[in-house]
């Protein structure tokens, strides 16, 4: 587990080492505006087409080969980009960071899926969640002092050091492929028949598709107010801008402690009773967005953000306890996840873009409430329409022959 949080920590930490150093990078790349907004995207772009090869690269190599792998592109590309003397070669870098973070996004929720039994998920996919939120913060707070130091290059030489930490703890802590239960189901139970289970069944699932779809619909709607309700209280509520910043932000730390909540939770519900969490929590958040844009000065407006920062943290470990639930078959259980990854990444990357232009296109920040309101609406009636079926015997027998070996 301290490797799966490392690794999820590492890859998160690859997010944020522009944005706090934005500035520096112009001056010393001779960068402009769009230069650095692409050197965001990719990251994104990369992330999502490593989606579903994710899946099958765990599949084929087992946790561990694939947390070293991930870890050693990750400090590929942070050397790469370290040593960048110009845009092109620190886009190359950032190419190389984007593919590990596409590859995690599946690979450390695979490390709770290998190494925990199916009721026993949900606290510890709450755990990785939070592990962004940590490498969130300390990057933006570490970016100054590493650059006073280091120069901008400072941010970069930190992420070497944690992608070589990350190699060095999957290689000590994680145990190798014949160790996992998914592995272990494989051999126990009639092996010709797993051999013979096509991956087909769990692209055809509509069920599996149902969280991919609530991650989309809260992604757009969380994305989007992450990213412009600084800007609206500053123009609408009058906020100073650093003030904004702060309130913003603040909805993430106080998500911790929500993610937490929400494996406990987890843990103690009967599976084909989890999809009730987020699906209760989406329609939480419709009433927080349909009245976001309405809030008449800070104070209403930062307690509305800390509600949405603790709420929100749920959604996220809940869909990817709930993707591994739906197939239950092990050997499918790294495409399901890839699966929930795609409908995350797809939310992310059209938040702020769907929500820019409803506001552009009316004039009107309050024009984009309904919208995202309906669609968590959308999203919270397609956590109730998931149905987990019973898993196969074969692999219920396989985990409870681990379960009693241990």
């Not at 650093?242 to 519900?269: D, H, K, Q, T």
């Not at 989890?274 to 209403?300: E, Q």
């Not at 059209?350 to 232009?357: D, M, S």
């Not at 309906?374 to 149905?387: Q, R």
Request: aromatic letters at 10%.
């Amino acid at each position: 587990m301290i490797a799966g949080l490392f690794i999820y920590f590492t890859t998160s930490a690859l997010r944020y080492q522009v944005p706090p150093i934005a500035i520096d990078l112009q001056s010393a790349l001779n960068l402009s505006l769009v230069d650095i907004g692409w050197l965001q995207t990719i990251l994104g772009i990369a992330a999502l087409i490593l989606a579903i090869p994710a899946g099958f690269i765990c599949m084929k190599l087992g946790t561990r080969n694939a947390v070293i792998l991930t870890a050693a592109i990750s400090l590929l590309g942070t050397v790469i980009g370290g040593f960048a003397a110009n845009f092109e070669v620190l886009m190359i870098g950032r190419v190389f960071q984007g593919i590990a973070l596409g590859l995690d996004a599946v690979v450390s929720f695979q490390v709770v899926a290998a190494f925990f039994p199916p009721e026993k998920r949900g606290f510890p996919n709450s755990l990785v969640s939070s592990s962004y939120v940590f490498a969130f913060f300390l990057m933006m707070n570490i970016a100054v002092p590493l650059r006073d130091v280091m120069n901008w290059q400072g941010l970069w030489y930190f992420c070497d050091v944690l992608s070589i930490l990350a190699i060095i703890l999957a290689l000590v802590c994680i145990p190798k492929k014949d160790k996992e239960l998914i592995a272990t189901a494989e051999k126990t139970v009639d092996a010709p028949k797993m051999q013979k289970g096509s991956t087909r069944a769990v692209w055809l699932n509509p069920m599996i598709w149902l969280p991919a779809l609530t991650f989309t619909l809260f992604n757009v709607g969380y994305f989007g107010i992450a990213t412009y309700y600084p800007t609206f209280l500053v123009e609408v509520v009058h906020a100073d801008q650093e003030i904004a910043n702060l309130i913003v932000s603040g909805n993430a730390l106080i998500g911790v402690p929500g993610a937490i909540c929400a494996g406990l939770i987890m843990n103690r519900l009967a599976i084909p009773k989890r999809k009730l969490l987020p699906a209760f929590t989406m329609i939480g958040l419709a009433i927080c967005y349909f009245v976001a844009f309405y809030m008449p000065d800070l104070v209403t407006a930062t307690i509305l953000m800390l509600v949405v920062g603790f709420i929100c943290c749920f959604v996220p470990p809940s869909l990817y306890t709930i993707g591994p639930d739906i197939v239950r078959r092990p050997e499918w259980v790294a495409l399901a996840l890839a699966i929930v990854t795609v409908g995350q990444n797809v939310g992310m990357s059209l938040g702020p873009v769907v929500v820019g232009a409803i506001v552009e296109s009316a004039g009107d920040w309050t024009a984009c409430a309904i919208p995202i309101g309906v669609m968590a609406l959308v999203g919270a009636v397609s956590c109730f329409l998931i149905k987990v079926k019973p898993a196969d015997k074969g692999a219920d027998e396989a985990v409870s022959i681990i379960q009693d070996a241990k």
